[in-house]
């Protein structure tokens, strides 16, 4: 093997660049900063501080921006992550390649890598370039972050057609996988971006960066917001420069104090505390948020595109079946690579000692392998070294009670998977006869053996046996089972030939799977009832993915005429309009390459679905990205996976999903109430102004007044709300529609009737004190508005429940930041330095428990309302039967 020249490799390497993936530059600090001005509300917070400089009012102007700048601060640090999806990728690739040039077998760096160069893979090998085989001796692959393929691809040197999907092309190895065994010489075809995970890196770059859903409602409520608090101020300007006949510095001034009212300052802060209390939730279910707004998006999604190695299932070969000719079928329990487990025969658990033809089969499969099961002490789980298949056979016999230890003196030859001949060998010294131990596909061990091994020893293998073994095979592999016999003969020689491979005896055949996850089919369930669609994406094979699906009821019903499973080479013939048909009706989707996986995740979303996307391979980072709610698995995921996603899964287990959609849903809902919390007193506090000044009446509250309501009273209290559990069993709930407002005509009833109540008592105690002096009117009035909206704090724990059917008591953080207002708020109404400068004056204590009664009409009007619309909603339900 000669290789290219020097001078011909550096040419190449001019001509096609090096062997590396282009790094995308972050995003800078001062765009993540700018990033957070980038709101309606704290637009109208900037104008209103310009307004209140210009007027000389320099505490208002001050506070205001100390408002907008601790609202950034908090963005900012929740926004602070680094797009690092093509760094990641890079992650995989190798430093150094064999190769040979100029006639020699040296190490270069894997960036100078050119097409044409011929490269030199052994076991263990990174393969760094896309390459066609030249020679393979026994050669399998590991490409499951590129593929999906959940077990090692055995390669091959024929020919194949140019158009076949990536994952059939098994006379090519790609770059970023690994070899998992045996040896090859392979000429590179493609290099950096030119490769298959170099696709991937520029379909990543090609995913443009979106808004989030709850950003675009949250954009919506900063404008419906706005619109609301230009409106106040403008009326207030004209109603009092053009009516009322006010100068215009007077009337500005007390347009700023509208504008302060109708703005809610602590809104974005207050929404950023809901998202992080929700993601603090759900990091203790396991689902670690690395985009804060995805804990809202998991709430709202329809559609969960689910890949199915590693996600729902465990990507771990465990052996499910064993069948002894003769002999009753055995089933094994135990999962993943934890070597304990019982073997059971119809319905009894039996002991392997008291099975002669059981324990033989266990000694084969312990023996004719090289793999190896480590405890991990610091994750307390086993960890698989090697082939998963030849793992799986040793994790079978260690069941059984065997130990590998005692038989490795023993091994006198040993002969790796062939995948000509489709079959493993180890040769055992024996005292009399040494012991040929074969492992393979069942076919071949079947065709090889005359003999076969039953519960009365060895017998002649009939034409009758063979059929019925052919059957089971048959039975098994069709249930997606992976199927391997198990033989052995006696011989003298210390050698193995591999030409003399025949005359065995077989011992029996396993079939094994990669078992779907304990809880997936629980999880399944419960999206389904939370009208959440569960579609399966994956590069496996269909018959595969089809049994998982069953398994795991992601396919509930048997159906003839239905298709069940479609391939990407079906995909491609369909035209748009059957494609759209196909994702409408078709849950289960095989042999996908990323870019249909991308393409599905698009046609959901433009027919109006917000989708989530779980996987774990580099095959399933586009779709993450592209995914309103991207979910990546963190204990078997990727790095480039993990950095493409929005929520990161820490126990890998699909049924941590659920449980993030329904944090997901509370934060929703938690997000409404605060916001209809801050709403209500904004707007009750603006229309008590515009009505004051329309009634020709002193402003009621300055504008610091109200700058202290809206940041203390109910920046306080706010806070607990937004830490409210959720109440029902939301999961029987369907999830809000993507377009769904946070502000909506739902709430509006509830929001007149409070806005009412809040606006006529504050104007009633205004009227009252007016003649005693204009500071002790005003200090009735913020008193009023203080007592109302902590009322109104157990009002909007539910829009729907009753506030003593939930119980006062049930959240402790409610109680104490209502004790906490309290306080405060008679601190700065009666301590004298602090009631000079908000220029208030002392009440009796018989005037404060008095509007403190008045007060709780809020709570009561609001629980008349609740009732009604209880009694309403039963008696629809009712005129339904």
């Known amino acids: 093997m000669h290789g290219l020249g020097q001078e011909e490799a550096e040419r190449r390497l001019k001509e096609y660049g090096l062997n590396e993936l282009p790094e995308k530059q972050g995003v800078s600090l001062l765009v993540l900063v700018l990033r957070q001005f980038k709101s309606w509300l704290v637009f109208m917070l900037i104008i209103a501080a310009l307004i209140s400089a210009i007027a000389g009012e320099a505490v208002d102007t001050w506070v205001i921006i100390v408002v907008v700048f601790i609202n950034a ?109 045996g040896y090859a010489k392979a000429m590179v075809t493609a290099t950096g971006t030119n490769t298959a995970i170099g696709d991937i890196s520029n379909i990543l770059g090609q995913v443009k960066e979106r808004r989030t859903n709850f950003m675009k409602k949250t954009d919506v409520l900063g404008k419906q917001m706005s619109v609301i608090a230009l409106a106040s101020a403008g009326m207030i300007f004209f109603v009092g420069y053009f009516w009322r006949g006010f100068e215009v510095q007077e009337i500005l001034l007390t347009s700023i104090a509208a504008l302060v009212a109708a703005v809610p300052e602590g809104l974005p802060a207050v929404i950023s505390i ?77 002991s392997v000692q008291d099975k002669p033809a059981l324990e033989k089969l266990l000694n084969i499969a312990l023996v004719s392998n090289n793999a190896g099961v480590r405890h991990n002490e610091k994750t307390d ?119 003399k491979l025949n005359e065995l005896v077989l011992a029996g055949i396993v079939g094994m799977i990669d078992p779907p996850r304990p ?87 433009a027919k109006g679905h917000l989708i989530a996307m779980t996987g774990d391979g580099v095959n399933d980072a586009p779709a993450l990205k592209q995914a309103d709610v991207g979910i990546s698995m963190g204990i078997m995921g990727t790095d480039v996976a993990r950095d493409s996603s929005d929520v990161v899964l820490a126990d890998d287990n699909f049924a941590t999903i659920v449980n993030a959609v329904e944090e997901g849903r509370i934060v929703f809902t938690n997000a409404r109430q605060t916001s209809f919390f801050l709403v209500t007193t904004n707007m009750a506090e603006s229309s008590t102004l515009l009505l004051s000044i329309a009634l020709g009446l ?116 409610i109680n104490w930041a209502v004790s906490i207002s309290v306080l405060l708020l008679i601190l700065v109404t009666e301590v004298h330095a602090l009631a000079a400068i908000f220029h208030f004056r002392s009440l009796h204590i018989r005037d404060f428990l008095l509007l403190f009664l008045l007060s709780s009409s809020v709570l009561w009007a609001a629980e008349l309302y609740k009732w009604m619309k209880a009694i309403k909603k039963k008696e629809n339900e009712f005129s339904k039967r």
């Not at 499910?320 to 000719?325: E, Q, T």
């Not at 402003?699 to 109200?706: E, F, G, N, V, Y």
């Not at 309501?709 to 029987?732: C, F, K, Q, S, Y």
């Not at 508005?785 to 953080?813: C, D, E, K, P, Y």
Request: glycine letters at 6%; one cysteine or more; aromatic letters at 6%.
């Open 73 to 181: 601060a908090i963005g900012f640090s929740q926004e602070y992550r680094a797009e690092k999806a093509i760094a990641s990728l890079r992650k995989l690739i190798v430093k150094v390649a064999k190769v040979w040039r100029d006639g020699k077998l040296m190490s270069i760096p894997a960036a100078q890598l050119v097409p044409g160069d011929v490269l030199v893979l052994e076991e263990g090998d990174s393969i760094a370039a896309d390459a066609r085989l030249l020679e393979a001796k026994n050669l399998r692959t590991v490409e499951s972050s590129l593929t999906g393929e959940s077990l090692p691809v055995a390669k091959t040197i024929a020919p194949q057609p140019l158009d076949l999907p990536l994952a059939d092309q098994k006379c090519m190895v790609w770059k970023g996988t690994l070899v998992a065994g």
């Open 274 to 350: 809901v998202l992080a209390i929700g993601a603090h939730r759900m990091a203790k279910r396991n689902a670690v948020i690395k985009e804060f707004t995805a804990t809202e998006a998991l709430g709202a999604v329809s559609a969960i595109l689910t890949d199915k190695t590693g996600t729902l299932t465990q990507n771990s070969l465990t052996v499910r079946k064993v069948f002894i000719p003769s002999l009753p079928e055995f089933s094994v329990s135990g999962e993943g690579w934890l070597p304990v487990g019982n073997f059971m025969q119809e319905g009894t658990m039996v």
């Open 381 to 499: 789980s086993y960890e698989l070294v090697g082939d998963p298949t030849e793992g799986a056979l040793l994790v079978l016999g260690k069941k059984g009670g065997r130990q590998p230890e005692n038989y490795q003196a023993l091994k006198l030859d040993d002969l790796p998977f062939d995948s000509e001949v489709k079959l493993r060998a180890t040769l055992l010294r024996n005292s009399e006869q040494n012991e040929l131990h074969v492992t393979g596909a069942p076919e071949v061990i079947l065709a090889r053996s005359t003999h076969m091994l039953t519960a009365k020893g060895e017998q002649k293998l009939d034409e009758a046996e063979r059929v019925h073994i052919q059957q089971k095979i048959q039975e098994w592999s069709s249930g997606a089972m992976r199927v391997i016999g198990l033989a052995y003969k006696k011989q003298q020689a210390d050698k193995i030939d591999a030409s």
């Open 519 to 605: 809880d997936a089919r629980a999880a399944v369930k419960k999206c389904r009832k939370a009208g959440i669609r569960v579609i399966m994406v994956t590069g496996d094979h269909a018959n595969t993915a089809f049994a998982i699906a069953k398994a795991t009821g992601i396919i509930e019903k048997e159906g003839s005429d239905d298709i069940r499973v479609l391939t990407e080479q079906q995909l491609l013939r369909l035209s748009k309009e059957e494609f759209d048909l196909a994702i409408d009706n078709v849950s289960v989707f095989a042999r996908l390459t990323p870019k249909m996986k991308l393409q599905i995740a698009n046609r959901l979303q």
């Open 698 to 813: 002193p402003l009621p509250l300055t504008a610091t007044q109200i700058l202290w309501l809206n940041l203390v009273t109910d920046g306080v209290t706010v806070m607990a709300l937004a830490t409210e559990p959720g109440h029902t069993d939301i999961m029987r709930n369907q999830p809000p529609l993507k377009e769904e407002k946070i502000l909506n005509r739902e709430i509006l009833p509830f929001l007149l009737i409070n806005i009412a109540l809040m606006t006529g008592l504050s104007l009633a105690t205004f009227f009252y004190y007016i003649e005693d002096s204009i500071e002790k009117a005003r200090t009735g009035v913020f008193i009023v508005m203080a007592f109302t909206q902590l009322f109104n704090v157990f009002n909007l724990r539910s829009v729907h429940l009753s506030a003593f059917s939930i119980g006062f008591w049930s959240n402790r953080n």
